[in-house]
């Protein structure tokens, strides 16, 4: 539910739903209800004649980490019992017994065991995919469907699900929105596997990561970035001589979790150490998809076409520009119907449906079409610093460097088929500024 008002009661007491939301939800609750005894500010009732377990506490959380008072409570209680934590989309169910965390479940895609095997690096993606079809065909639970292809053994699978137990469990006590329940007694129809998990270390695991992680995330914004080797002849501490080993500059921290068994946290743990040892730095995302790679390079198309517009020069840049494509064979059919628009931008859906009629089927598409914006780009901007006073052109050079970063911080990309290039695009654009693609 939103934090909009979703119900309304009326002066003789009717409940009228605000809204398809809150609707939706009383409808799926239709039935009789008793009133429990609250406060005047809020509502609590429960099915009439149920039978379930009592319930023993129930708030909001407002803030990451408020979970973890309430996990305290139950490890320091030896309650036994099974909180249930919702967000906005997602539901988690922690389950204790005598304050331990004996099972946990989650509708959370990536903590379903599927995705912890593929995570973790027990399986691959296309085993996970055949594992998945295995099981919606046979009816049997994924990790079974595994042991059965022989992906992965019955003593490898025990420990991924005790380590899928500990990511719910710091999914849930990291929430930063939601309402949580905790309802005395534990449901064994609910417990797939039981494990034995110290619901004292995990909490202090939580709080360590989550304090270590805020900190991390000022040099490594989130698992998609790549470390990049610095070279030097620096050797790692042995502890972390795996870690830096797959450290291409091409790899992701998330990818690299993966080869080495290892999630985000403990891989960003590791990779932050190598970057405070200088021996990696970090490169930015590189966007993926013919689509995602125009509309980046399209940001510096549109600044280097603003600049010019700036200083009375945008027709000559069109000028330009639109020779220099003429002049070259590939970008004639690459960009039928793709523009340039007025601010210089491309049409990135049309250029990614035009691919196919210029690129050779074995390319790799993501690199073929970084190297021909990059061709593209490039003398856009060569063009633009002869048009520019000397200092417009250094600021304009210095933003657009600034705006593919990612891409010239990246892997090169491959090289066009010499049938399909002809023209200036063949060869590095030279002048005062210029792109570069190491």
Same mark, same amino acid.
């Given at each position: 539910?939103g934090?909009?008002?979703?119900l309304?009661?009326?002066a ?7 809204g398809?939301e809150?609707s939706?939800?009383?409808r799926a609750? $239709? =039935? &009789?209800? %008793?009133?429990?005894a609250s406060?005047p +500010?809020? @509502?609590?009732a429960?099915?009439a004649? !149920?039978?379930?377990?009592s319930l023993?506490? $129930? =708030? &909001?959380? %407002?803030t990451?980490?408020?979970?973890c +008072?309430? @996990?305290?409570?139950i490890?320091?209680g !030896?309650?036994?019992?099974?909180l249930v934590?919702?967000? &906005?989309?997602?539901?988690?169910a922690?389950?204790f017994?005598?304050g331990?965390i004996?099972a946990?479940t989650?509708s959370?895609a990536?903590?379903r065991?599927g995705?912890i095997l593929?995570?973790?690096g027990a399986?691959?993606r296309s ?9 919606e065909?046979s009816g049997k ?6 042991v059965?292809?022989e992906?992965?053994g019955?003593e490898?699978?025990?420990r ?14 990291h ?6 329940y905790l309802?005395?007694?534990l449901?064994?129809?609910?417990l ?9 270390q995990l ?9 270590e992680l805020?900190f991390f995330?000022?040099?490594i914004?989130s698992d998609?970035?790549?470390?990049v080797p610095s070279?030097g002849g620096?050797k790692?501490?042995?502890e972390?001589g795996d870690?830096w080993l797959?450290?291409d500059?091409?790899r992701?921290v ?7 068994g290892q999630l ?5 743990r590791g ?7 200088g021996?990696?730095?970090m ?5 993926e998809g013919?689509?995602?790679v125009?509309e980046a390079?399209?940001a510096?198309?549109?600044e280097?076409h603003?600049?010019c517009e700036a200083?009375g020069?945008?027709?000559?840049l069109?000028?330009?520009i ?5 002049s ?7 960009l039928?119907?793709?523009?340039p628009?007025?601010?210089?931008s491309l049409?990135?859906e ?5 691919i ?12 073929w079409?970084t ?16 048009l520019?006073?000397r200092d ?7 933003r ?8 010239r911080q990246?892997?090169?990309v491959?090289?066009?088929?010499p049938?399909r ?15 570069e693609?190491?």
């Amino acid at each position: 539910m939103g934090e909009g008002d979703d119900l309304r009661i009326d002066a003789t007491g009717t409940l009228h739903p605000l809204g398809r939301e809150a609707s939706q939800e009383l409808r799926a609750r $239709a =039935g &009789e209800w %008793r009133l429990l005894a609250s406060p005047p +500010d809020i @509502v609590m009732a429960v099915r009439a004649g !149920s039978q379930g377990r009592s319930l023993r506490l $129930a =708030g &909001e959380v %407002r803030t990451p980490g408020a979970l973890c +008072d309430v @996990v305290a409570m139950i490890a320091q209680g !030896s309650w036994s019992g099974e909180l249930v934590v919702l967000e &906005e989309q997602s539901k988690r169910a922690i389950h204790f017994e005598r304050g331990n965390i004996v099972a946990a479940t989650t509708s959370v895609a990536s903590e379903r065991l599927g995705e912890i095997l593929w995570r973790f690096g027990a399986i691959t993606r296309s085993q996970l995919d055949e594992v998945v079809r295995s099981a919606e065909k046979s009816g049997k639970r994924i990790g079974e469907a595994a042991v059965e292809l022989e992906f992965v053994g019955p003593e490898e699978l025990w420990r991924m699900t005790a380590r899928q137990v500990e990511e719910v469990f710091y999914g849930a006590v990291h929430v930063g929105n939601a309402t949580f329940y905790l309802f005395d007694g534990l449901d064994e129809t609910k417990l797939q596997q039981r494990h034995h998990l110290s619901a004292g270390q995990l909490l202090m695991e939580a709080a360590r990561r989550m304090d270590e992680l805020r900190f991390f995330r000022e040099k490594i914004p989130s698992d998609a970035w790549i470390p990049v080797p610095s070279g030097g002849g620096k050797k790692p501490p042995p502890e972390l001589g795996d870690l830096w080993l797959e450290c291409d500059g091409r790899r992701s921290v998330a990818e690299i979790g993966r080869r080495i068994g290892q999630l985000e946290f403990e891989v960003t743990r590791g990779v932050f150490q190598l970057v405070a040892a200088g021996l990696v730095t970090m490169a930015a995302p590189r966007p993926e998809g013919p689509v995602a790679v125009v509309e980046a390079f399209n940001a510096a198309l549109v600044e280097v076409h603003r600049a010019c517009e700036a200083a009375g020069k945008v027709r000559e840049l069109r000028s330009g520009i639109e020779q220099f494509a003429l002049s070259t064979g590939v970008y004639v059919p690459l960009l039928v119907g793709a523009g340039p628009n007025e601010d210089g931008s491309l049409e990135a859906e049309r250029v990614a449906r035009n691919i196919a009629a210029v690129a050779g089927g074995d390319q790799d598409l993501d690199a073929w079409i970084t190297q021909q914006m990059f061709d593209y780009a490039g003398f856009a901007l060569f063009h633009a610093g002869s048009l520019l006073p000397r200092d417009a052109e250094v600021a304009l050079n210095t933003r657009v460097m600034k705006m593919l970063e990612p891409f010239r911080q990246q892997p090169e990309v491959a090289a066009t088929p010499p049938s399909r290039r002809t023209g200036p695009a063949s060869t590095p654009v030279s002048g005062r500024a210029t792109l570069e693609n190491p």
